[in-house]
């Protein structure tokens, strides 16, 4: 009997090194992602009398990439400005059972994203984000990841 799906989510972490392009609305680079898709629960059974001994972690399952990024917004300036993003690349699908990998599999995919951002004066912002991801993996297909992000100039 399971308790939960692998596709309740988790933490998503993010990195990307990203230059202005000709236009200063235009920027590109790598970005590096790493999310958690979550896990899937079981119970534990006494393997002399199959008495539950009680819930346990029967599979967790985690989406790794590297992909190409460009992002549209406003010349740099403070106050608040819409963000927009998008990626293309690949992505490594992995699944274990605490700790232990028990399957890897490699997809190509894409994201976009929307945003708000707050510009500083010190050439540095802050924005909220909302990143969605279609994976080309049956496993993961897609989900939406929802970030704040950092960025300086």
Avoid: C
């Amino acid at each position: 009997i399971t308790s939960a799906e692998v596709n309740e989510g988790g933490l998503a972490l993010g990195l990307a090194g990203l230059w202005l392009l000709d236009d200063p609305r235009f920027s590109a680079g790598a970005m590096l992602l790493a999310d958690d898709m979550g896990s899937e629960t079981g119970e534990l059974l006494d393997p002399n009398d199959g008495h539950p001994m009680g819930t346990t972690e029967i599979l967790h399952r985690a989406v790794y990439g590297l992909l190409f990024r460009l992002d549209v917004a406003p010349p740099p300036g403070k106050g608040w400005a819409p963000l927009g993003s998008g990626t293309w690349g690949g992505y490594q699908v992995v699944d274990d059972v605490r700790g232990t990998v028990t399957n890897v599999e490699y997809a190509t995919g894409f994201s976009l994203a929307a945003g708000l951002r707050y510009g500083f004066r010190t050439n540095s912002a802050l924005a909220g984000v909302v990143r969605y991801h279609r994976v080309f993996d049956e496993r993961v297909g897609r989900y939406i990841a929802f970030g704040g992000e950092f960025t300086w100039e």
